[in-house]
């Protein structure tokens, strides 16, 4: 069993940087890709960024694109979201996932997310 915890969240203002993680405890977390996902009141969780188990390969939404920087260490277990230039548009709780990232599309596996981060970026 994978448990996912976040932390990092917090309230910035306009242009401000946040840097987001989330341990992920358990040897079958290595084992996957680990993506961001983020969700505002009364709407569906969207896709933030993702990376794959080697680093490799990440993705991004086009509206976090040079602003955004996803990592993980694998010794640790840990995925990263570096956000700098923070938008009020950027307000939500963001989830960390484990999923596939086939390509240029992430899947998140039913059953493995966080609890999620409140981030509150203020004008």
């Known amino acids: 069993q994978v448990r996912l915890v976040e932390s990092g969240g917090g309230q910035v203002q306009t242009g401000g940087s946040l840097r987001l993680s989330c341990a992920a405890s358990?040897?079958?977390?290595?084992?996957?890709?680990m993506g961001w996902f983020r969700q505002t009141p009364e709407k569906e969780p969207t896709f933030v960024a993702a990376?794959?188990?080697?680093?490799?390969?990440?993705v991004y939404v086009d509206s976090v694109k040079g602003r955004f920087t996803i990592s993980r260490d694998s010794a640790k277990n840990t995925l990263y979201l570096q956000m700098n230039n923070l938008k009020p548009d950027d307000t939500a709780v963001y989830l960390c996932?484990?999923?596939?990232?086939?390509?240029?599309?992430?899947?998140?596996?039913?059953?493995?997310w966080g609890q999620g981060t409140q981030v509150t970026v203020s004008s």
């Open positions: 996932t484990l999923g596939d990232l086939s390509g240029r599309e992430y899947y998140p596996a039913a059953g493995y």
């Open positions: 358990g040897r079958a977390g290595r084992r996957y890709d």
């Open positions: 990376i794959s188990t080697n680093d490799l390969s990440t």
